[in-house]
């Protein structure tokens, strides 16, 4: 396959605040997925993710904890990089905000910033919220509380240096009309330019002096830089990105990023801030920010709080890897929220993996070993109902390329369990087991398991990047490994001949609601109403 050149996807460093629920968990897998999918594809991928390290809301857990805060962070971080390799994903580069190179290249753009005349001392005034780390004016609240997240907002007056944001603004909103592409999916695009640049941008306040724990600017050490001009920069610092010019090869390769993919609350900061930042620094844009929706459990948002918080190792415990992959990104649409409830977990898990996948590859399996003796040959005995099948299987790799060029991750997956449908309802149509009873149909017989084996592989190599556990599962008990992607429209994938395995495991128990719900129910016991 030809190297179609360099591909950089990053997620949204996660904040090490504490351990991450499946709400924050989807947007790794999501962004595995595409990573895993492009590398497939003969891209030269550099997948980045992180941890966001800094800032107040750090400072005060830590104090209640105990601990300080570096003692704080490298607990969280611990407890977020276990649950993304736990979830298997594929990142290559893990970044700290707290890691020494990142935070001297933040003390550089900070200097290199205010230098050239972007950055300013001033004074602020205003309504701080501190789980977003944002100022307000009293204009922007919504019934008096953060227009972002709802919570309360406290008076904060200090000291501070402040980024002409207006400077940029004219600049930004005309790249983003001339790039339609670049603010995805549309909605969000629309919202920065209509709520916020167009009204006009006001300065952004930079640095903070009621709090010590983040890098301090070199310059005026009372002074620590603002939590988001901290973060942001981690896409380039990540890759070799240097103040002064002398980048590293990784960054002259991959900058600028084609995907920077975060959840819709953190869009302003990565639509307006960051590119502004760019600007100022002389560096191009990202190629596309993709906001995506937000997890859901039953009826709201994931909390603490409500008691209503999820885990994926928890998930991972009960359904297994790969389930809960499947899970996140089928039911996550394009543009909407999506919805986790255990019911639909079970019937998810029960019909698509144990049944329509599940037992396709263990039924093929055990007639091949049944009727021929686990030698899988094509004896070219067709029929039109043959044609019928390889009509869908073979235009899969087409939609799935269409689907995954626009991010649409769900359709993807879904049209990959289009074609294992379509295999269960060729053996339905072919009957193998009233075949296997004529002696004359024996070369018919091998060529239907054949065209299902061929079918099968083609599925699994194309439903790696999203459960790559089991798509390696499955071409091991058919005897082959992952085909090349460009060949996925190609009959053939399977050789002819091959012996496939003779005692084929079952890749998922069915699961009883019942017994799912029990042990929910442990983990979650119901809170006892106070008695008045």
Known sequence: MADKGPYYITTAIAYASGKPHIGNTYEIVLADA?????????????????????????????????????????????????IWDLMNTSYDKFIRTTDDYHEKQVQKIFKKLYDQGDIYKGSYEGMYCTPCESFWTKSQLVDGKCPDCGRPVEPASEEAYFFKMSNYAPKLIQYIEDHPEFIQPPARKNEMINNFLR???????????????????????????????????????????????????????????DLHLIGKDIVRFHTIYWP?????????????????????????????????????????????????????????????????????????????????????????????????????????????????????????KGKVEEQMSTLHVADAITDIF???????????????????????KKDRLSTVLYNLCDSIVIGATLLAPYMPDTAKAILEQMNTSEKAFDDLDKRGAFASGTKVTEEPETLFERKKLQDVLKEVDKLYPPKKVKKS
């Open 34 to 82: 595409i990573a895993r999918f492009k590398r497939q594809q003969g891209y030269d991928v550099y997948f980045q993710t992180g941890t966001d390290e800094h800032g107040v809301k750090i400072e005060e857990k830590a104090e209640a904890a105990g601990v300080t805060p570096k003692q704080f962070v490298d607990d969280a971080y611990n407890e977020i990089r276990k």
């Open 199 to 257: 009204p006009g941008l006001q300065d952004l306040c930079v640095s903070r002096t009621s709090f010590t724990w983040g890098i301090p600017v070199t310059f005026d050490e009372k002074h620590v830089v603002y939590v988001w001009l901290d973060a942001l920069v981690n896409y380039i610092t990540g890759i070799g990105y240097d103040a002064e010019g002398d980048h590293g090869e990784l960054y002259k390769k991959h900058w600028p990023a």
């Open 276 to 396: 502004i930042f760019l600007m100022a620094l002389g560096e191009p844009l990202p190629k596309q920010i993709f906001g995506h929706p937000w997890l859901l459990v039953g009826d709201g948002k994931m909390s603490k709080s409500k008691g209503n918080t999820i885990y994926a190792d928890t998930l991972t415990d009960m359904f297994g890897v790969d389930a809960v992959r499947y899970f996140m990104i089928h039911e996550m649409p394009f543009d909407n929220d999506g919805v986790f409830t255990w019911d639909t977990m079970v019937e998810r898990y029960n019909s698509d993996l144990a049944n329509t996948l599940g037992n396709l590859v263990k039924r093929t399996i055990s007639m091949g070993n049944q009727y021929l003796g686990g030698v899988i040959e094509d004896k070219e005995i067709k029929d039109a109902v043959d044609d019928d099948l390889y009509a869908t299987v073979l235009a899969t």
């Open 418 to 440: 289009e074609l294992f449908k379509r295999c269960n309802k060729y053996i339905d149509e072919t009957t193998p087991w009233i075949l296997a009873k004529e002696e004359d």
